[in-house]
């Protein structure tokens, strides 16, 4: 891409205000999906058709986007790729179809601090399937979130419809994006970040609309308010929210980025108790704030990396959606 697009090397770097700015935008953009998610339902949606109309809209608009920018890299390069592209979509897709379930069980607070657990599971996977040793930041944070997730579930025990099944139901979602962020971390190193993602999106956009009809979850028949959440769910938190923080890591550190993204909860659980009138739960309050120090101290860097850092050999840039 960077070959067909020379000019690019001659346009001066955002200013650091609009930088942060778009990261704002960003964390705003995610931390709707929740609000989003009980707006359809409240209008009576199920959640597979809201996970399956979530990745639709976006689909449709990043899909044609992808194919004016990257053209043909959108297509795998051989059968093995097209298989593990297929694959982490299958991931996403029930990454999607878990966490919004989960999200008619458990209050938006609870579901959004597990699901945000993700990063901790690559780690862990890492680990397990990749041999790669873990350092002692990692086991601490994993402990940290471990306890937090207990009192979260603990204090859920009390309220709600099956507050400890959405409790479940949201880890599962963090243990599937996992998947689709490990899988996407081999893959991404041949690929276009767009011409990654875009094909992914469809592969799971056709995997929850079969889960969808298998399940006998309507696609069609809503109210016009319905489809304006669920238009809103794949562009705000999809599109905008999603492609600026993409955007933002070509300018920020990886780790600032991951840093501010762990806003994500707090931001959904303000906007929960401000347009749901959902209050947080001391207990809620407190495993979030745990899970939350946890996730701060795995996904710090760790020594060599701050050494390879401060030698040059590593940049704090990492990929971006264009």
């Given at each position: 891409?960077?070959?067909?697009?020379?000019?690019a090397?001659?346009l001066?770097?955002p200013?650091r205000?609009k930088t942060l700015?778009?990261l704002l935008l960003?964390?705003?953009?995610?931390?709707m999906?929740?609000i989003?998610?009980?707006?359809a339902?409240g209008?009576?949606?199920p959640?597979l058709?809201?996970?399956a109309w979530?990745?639709?809209?976006a689909?449709?608009?990043?899909?044609?986007?992808?194919?004016v920018?990257?053209g043909?890299?959108?297509?795998p390069?051989s059968?093995r790729?097209?298989?593990?592209?297929g694959v982490?979509?299958?991931?996403?897709?029930?990454?999607?179809?878990t966490w919004?379930?989960?999200l008619a069980?458990?209050?938006?607070?609870?579901s959004?601090?597990?699901v945000s657990?993700?990063?901790?599971?690559v780690?862990?996977?890492?680990?397990?399937?990749?041999?790669?040793r873990?350092?002692?930041?990692?086991?601490?944070g994993?402990?940290l979130a471990a306890?937090?997730?207990l009192?979260?579930?603990?204090?859920?025990?009390s309220?709600?419809?099956a507050?400890?099944?959405g409790?479940?139901?949201?880890?599962?979602?963090?243990v599937?994006?996992a998947?689709y962020?490990?899988?996407?971390?081999?893959?991404?190193?041949g690929?276009p970040?767009l011409a990654?993602?875009a094909?992914?999106?469809?592969?799971?956009?056709v995997?929850l609309?079969?889960a969808?009809?298998?399940a006998?979850?309507?696609?069609t028949?809503?109210?016009?308010?319905?489809y304006?959440?669920?238009?809103?769910?794949?562009?705000?938190?999809q599109?905008?929210?999603?492609?600026?923080?993409?955007?933002?890591?070509?300018?920020l550190s990886a780790?600032?980025v991951?840093?501010?993204t762990?806003?994500?909860p707090l931001?959904?659980?303000?906007?929960?108790y401000?347009?749901?009138?959902?209050?947080v739960?001391w207990?809620?309050?407190l495993?979030?704030?745990v899970v939350l120090?946890?996730?701060f101290?795995a996904?710090?860097?760790?020594p060599?990396?701050?050494?390879q850092?401060?030698?040059?050999k590593?940049?704090g840039?990492?990929?971006k959606i264009?």
């Amino acid at each position: 891409m960077a070959g067909t697009v020379p000019q690019a090397q001659a346009l001066p770097p955002p200013s650091r205000l609009k930088t942060l700015g778009v990261l704002l935008l960003g964390i705003l953009g995610i931390s709707m999906g929740a609000i989003l998610v009980r707006l359809a339902q409240g209008e009576g949606v199920p959640p597979l058709s809201i996970a399956a109309w979530r990745l639709t809209f976006a689909s449709a608009i990043l899909l044609p986007y992808a194919a004016v920018r990257v053209g043909r890299g959108v297509l795998p390069a051989s059968r093995r790729e097209g298989f593990w592209l297929g694959v982490s979509g299958v991931f996403l897709g029930l990454h999607f179809a878990t966490w919004i379930a989960s999200l008619a069980y458990t209050s938006v607070a609870s579901s959004v601090v597990l699901v945000s657990t993700g990063p901790i599971f690559v780690s862990l996977g890492s680990w397990l399937l990749l041999r790669e040793r873990p350092e002692a930041r990692l086991m601490a944070g994993l402990c940290l979130a471990a306890v937090g997730s207990l009192i979260i579930g603990w204090g859920d025990f009390s309220g709600g419809a099956a507050p400890v099944l959405g409790d479940a139901l949201a880890l599962l979602g963090a243990v599937m994006v996992a998947g689709y962020l490990m899988i996407g971390r081999r893959l991404r190193s041949g690929r276009p970040v767009l011409a990654y993602v875009a094909p992914v999106y469809g592969v799971a956009m056709v995997v929850l609309v079969l889960a969808a009809l298998a399940a006998g979850q309507p696609m069609t028949g809503f109210t016009p308010l319905a489809y304006l959440w669920l238009l809103a769910l794949g562009v705000i938190p999809q599109i905008i929210g999603h492609t600026s923080l993409n955007w933002a890591l070509g300018h920020l550190s990886a780790t600032l980025v991951a840093l501010v993204t762990l806003a994500e909860p707090l931001g959904s659980s303000v906007l929960a108790y401000a347009l749901l009138g959902e209050p947080v739960g001391w207990m809620t309050a407190l495993g979030g704030a745990v899970v939350l120090t946890g996730l701060f101290v795995a996904t710090r860097p760790g020594p060599r990396v701050e050494a390879q850092r401060s030698a040059g050999k590593v940049g704090g840039g990492g990929s971006k959606i264009e």
